[in-house]
């Protein structure tokens, strides 16, 4: 069972951080008022700057007793909460002190190689994030012994290459697809101020509770927003079948071949998987949840 976790500077940074970044430089608000604001955003991050630097400080990464284990297992948790609101350099850096701590003892590195992959690489963990998981496996590669290792070492290779792909800042890899009446596009051809991406199946169970309502989302039928709505496989006998009207702002279609999965274009580790892009196809959010898509848009558009 998945541990809580929770990081409340992590929550007001994101919040300030957000409508920064998403503002796109049309700020309503006076320059008291955006002083005031980036002052609030640089305090949040030196709070969690600090509390990433000294999360550790009294863990000891060599005790495997139960109860240790229990609190090292909620300080993960935490800590890759908060590593998701952190600049690059300070992730990259504790990171790397963790690793350091965790992997030096040949007996125990299995124990804390599982529980990366359990938190960050597990399809169905609530903290799965390939950003964060990417400075796990770069610092991870490097300890494995090439003699008794190399199961484990294969797995983080081929994680990492999944992981890299389509991060956040990233142009989107581009695809061919197939719409309902049967013309051929391409992801790089696709308009829109922004571009949601929502790659799902008529055979997954989420997808056939998520989708009638993400069809139904007025937010996604704003003016300047265009979804492509992709079945990223190659049996599409259940797709054609599964015919659902959708609005006029929708692209409704299915990657020929199976291209996307067949090619590994896309990390999708579970299906509904939702990336918002912007109008040059850069990647701004990855496999993102719909409620917190819902709550990027209403900033976006100011509502």
Known sequence: MMLRFAAACSVLLFSC?????????????????????????????????????????????????????????????????????????????????????????????????????HYLGSADSPLRNDVV???????????????????????????????????????????????RDGRKGRLSEVEGELIVLVFN????????RLMPQLISEPRLRRTGITVLSIYPDEDTEQWKHDRRPVPDNWIDAYSPNGAIIQQALYSLPVLPSIYLLDGHHRVLMKDVSPQLLMHVLDRRFGE
């Open 201 to 208: 199946a008529p055979d997954c169970e989420k997808c056939q």
């Open 133 to 179: 998981y990417v400075y796990f496996l770069r610092e991870m590669l490097p300890y494995y012994d090439p003699a008794t290792e190399m199961t484990r070492k294969e797995r983080a290779t081929f994680q990492l290459s999944m992981a890299m792909k389509n991060n956040p800042g990233m142009s989107a890899t581009d695809f061919e697809f197939v719409d």
């Open 17 to 117: 951080a957000s409508q920064a970044k998403f503002d796109g430089g049309h700020e309503r608000i006076g320059a008291d008022e955006e002083s005031v604001r980036q002052d609030t955003i640089l305090d949040a991050r030196g709070r969690l700057n600090y509390k990433l630097e000294h999360l550790w400080d009294t863990w000891s990464f060599s005790d495997t007793t139960a109860l240790n284990w229990k609190v090292g297992e909620q300080h993960f948790a935490d800590f890759v909460d908060m590593l998701r609101y952190a600049d690059s350099v300070t992730a990259q850096r504790v990171v790397k002190h963790y690793i350091e701590q965790g992997f030096a003892n040949d007996d125990l590195r299995g124990r804390y190689d599982d529980l990366i992959h």
